[in-house]
């Protein structure tokens, strides 16, 4: 049985849910969030100690002013009502990417690391204003002005993910086979599961399946 450690999750298909259900984009974001609170439960019943998920990313900016404006708002509510449970559970809050939002919504995410840093039981790594080629470059500009040896044990330290192992598993959602600028360093020995269903209809029977398949998995990592 393979041990797992790291999810990792590209929570795809909030959009599409919400105009085939709700005839709006934005309801389907508010029902993925509804998923995102049965999987954080969930990942602690099975002992995984890290899961990252892909909230919002450097390409989200592209997306209607009131799109990004409505999954922000969303993102300071989810803030507000979780980061006290998240203390009382033992779930550590950490973001990866580059806080460019509001003053108001910076405040309340380096709060919530604030509060939550000593917590074991799981990190949850928030992906927000995330976009792995611009971490690239970032870990690229950090090591040639420190003038360190180019190795992967030095580059991996500027990385966002410093000090966090890679995923074991990657989930994707919502039908697509890529994985759009997401961890891409990180994902390199992942098992990758694409997952047909948009992200409001994943549940907690295919997560378990994918858990399951996994630690079936024969992993080599190059050997035979």
Known sequence: MN????????MDGNGRWGLKNKNSRNLGHSEGLKVVEYIIQETIKKKIKFLTLFAFSTENWKRPS????YLLNLLEKFLKEKAKKFSKEDIK???IGKKKFSNKLNKLLTEAEKKTSNNKKLQINL??????KDELIHAVKHISKKKEAINQKNFEKYLFTKNIPDPDILIRTGNHNRL???LLWQL???EIFFIKKLWPDFNIQD?????????????NFGNI
């Open 207 to 219: 997560y378990r399946k994918i858990i399951y398949k996994f630690k079936k998995i024969k992993r």
């Open 66 to 69: 009131y799109e990004i404006n």
């Open 180 to 182: 759009s600028n997401f």
């Open 127 to 132: 992906a927000l204003n995330y976009g792995s």
């Open 3 to 10: 041990p797992l450690n790291h999810v990792a999750i590209i």
């Open 188 to 190: 390199a020995y992942s």
């Open 93 to 95: 809050l950490k973001i």
